[in-house]
């Protein structure tokens, strides 16, 4: 029997259902910018190393929990797990993040990738989120998560991070069918990734689509939304007598919000180029949102991070289903007070608008 939540704050933002402050939680919340994940990470000897050892795993999941008051925990992983678990070569270059030793350039490539067995290849990913959730003991919940089919694509074809997605595009065009395979194969494997975190202890899920956006709108439709889609129908919703929501967040998508909340999805994750109560007004109370501080507001002056929490919160409005976060990862340059004072500024500031509600 897992240990009742202390806080579900988060869930229930997540379920549109009141709650005494907007929860807080933070894309990349344990990383690079704290001194403590540093040293952890120079204790695994690379990347990777910590990410398949279920116990620094859980560390640095933990980290940023004993610095701030969030409402959430998030797996530290990487979005590029299923690729790696496929045979496809990851490996990091120093300064250039992740590789592939095997782009997927081909029908032929493509038709030769395995499904991954989450039992084996990725067993490391479940043993660290059963790690983490005895942990947490009951702190507050955790959250799980994968790339969606289309990121994990473009990484798989380009053989790593791009910015014109050539190949990725350029198969896409000139021959969608092979896209469509690897699509519906990666569908699949994510589905099943989720549903295996989920049953291991995680009690929400996002999908990152974190290249969803470099798409024209039919692209986006045909090759990205209606993979999530198919991931959302098919994931496990209720673990533990509780809903599991789902989170979808496609950077660059704001002008495909309304499509994004007929998935099914519980939420969706805003980055910082939209307006959030724009954004609430376009989609009512289908969905809650997730946002969308620019991560670079945290460069600024104590001041100017609570003024723009402020203007966030107040564009919101009083309303249930809102959870806080910034509109995309946090910068590896930020010094670690500067989200203390955001945390603050929100918990102080929501707390206001809530009550005034009530």
Known sequence: ?????????????????????????????AGRYLPEYRSTRAQAGDFMSLCKNAELACEVTIQPL?????????????????????DCGLYFEAGEGPRFERPVRSAKDIDALPLPDMADALS??????????AELNGRVPLIGFSGSPWTL???????????????????????????????????????????????????AVQIFDTWGGVLTEPAYHEFSLRYMQRIVDGLTRESDGRKVPVILFTKGGG?????????????????????????????GDRVALQGNLDPSVLFGSDERITAEVRRLLESFGPHPGHIFNLGHGINQH??????ATMMSAVQQISRELHAGSN
């Not at 930020?334 to 989200?339: F, G, H, L, M, T």
């Open 1 to 29: 029997m897992s240990a009742p939540l202390k806080n579900d704050r988060f869930l229930r933002a997540l379920m549109r259902e009141p709650v005494d402050q907007t929860p807080v939680w933070m894309m990349r919340q």
């Open 66 to 86: 004993e610095r701030y008051p969030l409402d959430a925990a998030i797996l530290f992983s990487d979005i590029l797990t299923i690729p790696d678990a496929m």
């Open 124 to 133: 490391y990913v479940m043993d660290a989120v059963k790690t983490i959730r």
């Open 153 to 203: 694509a473009t990484y798989m074809i380009e053989g790593g991070g791009s910015k014109e997605y050539r190949y990725a595009k350029g198969l896409m065009y000139s021959d969608p069918g092979a896209l469509h395979a690897l699509l519906e194969k990666l569908a699949i494997a994510v589905t099943d990734y989720l549903n295996a975190q989920i049953a291991a202890g995680a009690q």
């Open 255 to 283: 002008a495909w919000l309304e499509h994004m909340a007929e998935t099914g999805c519980d939420a969706l994750g805003l980055d910082w180029t939209v307006d959030l109560g724009q954004c609430r007004a376009r989609v």
């Open 334 to 339: 930020v010094d670690p007070a500067r989200p």
